[in-house]
């Protein structure tokens, strides 16, 4: 079993920060990548941001300059640190690791809850 789970999330007004971070626990050979995606209401999920396997960072343009992606290895976190909020940043974020749970176990991804984060204007 692998479990994702994601806190940090709420109610800020624009301009307010908000870091998320979520732990990843269970049997776990490697984890190939880790990051961040969110959903608003009517609208795909779409990458935040995201550590590949190589260990480079991702940002969707939307969030590039104001929020900033960051990882704990001997603690199997992963923190976004969101400045600079607006009210388009409203959305469910989930987590997401793309894991490999045995050295003969292809790659899976696995996805937190889901933490609310709302922007007021």
């Known amino acids: 079993q692998v479990q994702l789970v994601e806190s940090g999330g709420g109610l800020v007004q624009a301009g307010g920060s908000l870091r998320l971070s979520c732990t990843a626990s269970?049997?776990?050979?490697?984890?190939?990548?880790m990051g961040w995606y969110r959903q608003a209401p009517g609208r795909q999920r779409e990458l935040v941001a995201a550590?590949?396997?190589?260990?480079?960072?991702d940002y969707a343009d939307s969030v590039k300059g104001r929020f900033t992606i960051a990882r704990d290895n001997a603690n199997g976190t992963v923190y976004l640190q969101m400045n600079s909020l607006k009210p388009e940043d409203t959305a469910v974020y989930y987590c997401?690791?793309?894991?490999?749970?045995?050295?003969?176990?292809?790659?899976?991804?696995?996805w937190g809850q889901g933490t609310q984060v709302t922007v007021s204007s």
């Open positions: 997401n690791a793309r894991i490999v749970r045995s050295v003969v176990a292809p790659p899976y991804d696995y």
């Open positions: 550590f590949t396997s190589g260990g480079s960072t």
């Open positions: 269970g049997t776990i050979f490697s984890v190939n990548g």
